[in-house]
Structure formats: structure tokens, C-alpha cells
């Protein structure tokens, strides 16, 4: 069985829309909402975790129980998040079924991801422990410092961006989660945290559709590619 958790709880600041951005609306349902229903195309998938503001709780769970009245998602639940993704997330892993082999955590704000990217990455999480959804780099990246000087370029080839679905087997990332908080380690994905304990993360190929919606910017986009048809 595998549970997803998805973190849902952030502010949207960088969406500047005065609320939280998951809660816009996507192609006429909520982003949260969309994003769940890629997750009910996938028969692996046993349950989902939602991450929510402690101050939105209520509000998520009657928008999930109306959007499963116009068509069937899998089991779910609603938990309060906290300050950070990580912290949300660990509240999410608190919450898993013990029966779960693998947990995936996806950002509720990629409502994009397809199906077959989803199963890729637990058959790979299965096959390997860890496994990541991401792109090859498009751009030249730098490391720059805080003068804002440039340091270095790193090779290109080497570099992909990451996206989400990360899958792991349960017991990897509950530990990984446990070592983190002891270490006071604040990671920007959960991969991070597996990769501190040594243990192998393996990269699957996702698509560039799979944006995060972030900035205005990124809902103009997701709009337009909701009615692109896929490559
Ligand atoms: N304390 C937090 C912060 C973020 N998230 C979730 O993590 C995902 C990725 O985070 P991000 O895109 O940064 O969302 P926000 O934190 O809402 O955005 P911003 O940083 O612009 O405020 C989002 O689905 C967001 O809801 C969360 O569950 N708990
Ligand atoms: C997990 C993530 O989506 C991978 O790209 C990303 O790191 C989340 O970062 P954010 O700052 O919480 O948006």
C-alpha cells in the first residue's frame, strides 16, 4: 500500500493572491483538488494525507468532501501543518499508516503531475528506497556568492531540478525525518533529508509540466497547459 502526503499548508506569499494559493481555483476546481485527482488514477495509491493550515482544517476537509461528491478520490485525511514544509510534512508521516510499504510527498501545489510519472516513482522507491521525480537543468546555473560575485559553474549535465513526487520506503523516510529533527536540519525537499543518512536517492524522469505554482506567473501557465495537449 502507499500513502501520499501532501503538504498544503504554505501562505502563498510569492502568489501574492491573499490567501493560500492551493485553494485557487485550476481549470474550475480547486488546485488542492486537482492535484488529488491525479493521485486517484494511480490503483497503488491507498491513502491521502492532507497538510493544511491549522487555521484552514475545516475549510479543506469540506472542500475534499465536496469535490468527492462529484466524483470518488481515495481515503483521505486532513492534519494541521506547521512553520515549515518539513514540519508539515513530518506531521503528515506522524499521521501515515503503519501498513504503508512506501510514502510518496507531492506538493499539493503541482497540479500537473501525470499518472504514469506517479507510478514510476513507487515502482522506484520500491526497487531502490528512494526515488525522486525531476527534469534535466534547462538553464546555466551558478553558484553565486554573497557579494554576488559568481563562484562557480557547475557542469550542466550533472545538474537536474527536482520536483515532487519523493517517494521512499516508509521506514527510510520516517528515519530520515527522525535524524533531521534531532539534528535540527531544515532541508528544502525530503530527499535531502534521506541523502544525509547515506542511503540512495534515484532520479526518475518527470516532465516539465509538472511546475509548481508559485508566482502569478506559474497559474497563467498551468491554465495553458491544462488545455495543451500533453507531448
Ligand atoms: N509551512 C508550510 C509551507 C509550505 N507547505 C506546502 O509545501 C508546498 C511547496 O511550498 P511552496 O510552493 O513554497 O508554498 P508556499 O509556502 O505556500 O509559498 P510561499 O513560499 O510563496 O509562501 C506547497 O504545497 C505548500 O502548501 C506546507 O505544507 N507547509
Ligand atoms: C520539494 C520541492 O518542490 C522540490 O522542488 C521544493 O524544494 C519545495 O520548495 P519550496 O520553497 O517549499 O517551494
Known amino acids: 500500500m502507499v500513502s501520499v502526503i501532501f503538504p498544503a499548508a504554505g501562505q502563498g506569499r510569492r502568489m501574492r493572491a491573499g490567501c493560500n494559493k492551493v485553494l485557487l481555483t485550476l481549470g474550475g476546481e480547486p488546485i488542492l483538488v486537482r492535484t488529488l485527482r491525479q493521485f486517484a488514477r494511480v490503483p ?4 491521502c494525507i492532507v497538510v ?12 475534499l468532501a465536496a469535490a468527492e461528491r462529484r466524483a470518488p478520490l481515495p481515503p483521505w485525511r486532513v492534519v494541521a501543518g506547521g512553520a515549515e514544509r518539513q514540519y508539515s510534512v513530518a506531521n503528515g508521516l506522524a499521521a501515515c499508516s503503519k501498513a504503508a510499504e512506501v510514502v510518496l510527498v507531492h506538493d499539493a501545489a503541482r497540479p500537473l503531475i501525470r499518472p ?23 538553464n546555466t546555473v551558478k553558484v553565486v556568492d ?7 559553474t557547475p557542469a550542466r549535465s550533472t545538474l537536474w531540478a527536482v520536483q515532487t513526487p519523493q517517494g521512499f520506503r516508509r521506514e527510510i523516510l520516517c528515519a530520515a ?30 516532465d516539465y509540466r509538472n511546475l509548481k505554482v508559485t508566482t502569478p506567473e506559474d497559474l497563467v501557465m498551468a491554465e495553458a497547459l491544462l488545455q495543451a495537449p500533453e507531448a
Open 44 to 47: 497503488a495509491v491507498g491513502e
Open 52 to 63: 493544511a493550515g491549522a487555521q484552514e482544517t475545516a475549510e479543506v476537509e469540506a472542500m
Open 116 to 138: 504514469a510519472v506517479i507510478e514510476a516513482v513507487i515502482e522506484a522507491a520500491r526497487a531502490h528506497g528512494g526515488a525522486i521525480a525531476a527534469v534535466p537543468e534547462k
Open 146 to 152: 554573497a557579494a554576488g560575485v559568481v563562484v562557480s
Open 177 to 206: 525525518y527522525a535524524q533531521a529533527a534531532a539534528d535540527g536540519f531544515l532541508g528544502t525537499d525530503d530527499a535531502s533529508l534521506v541523502e544525509r543518512l547515506g542511503r540512495p536517492v534515484h532520479v526518475v524522469m518527470s
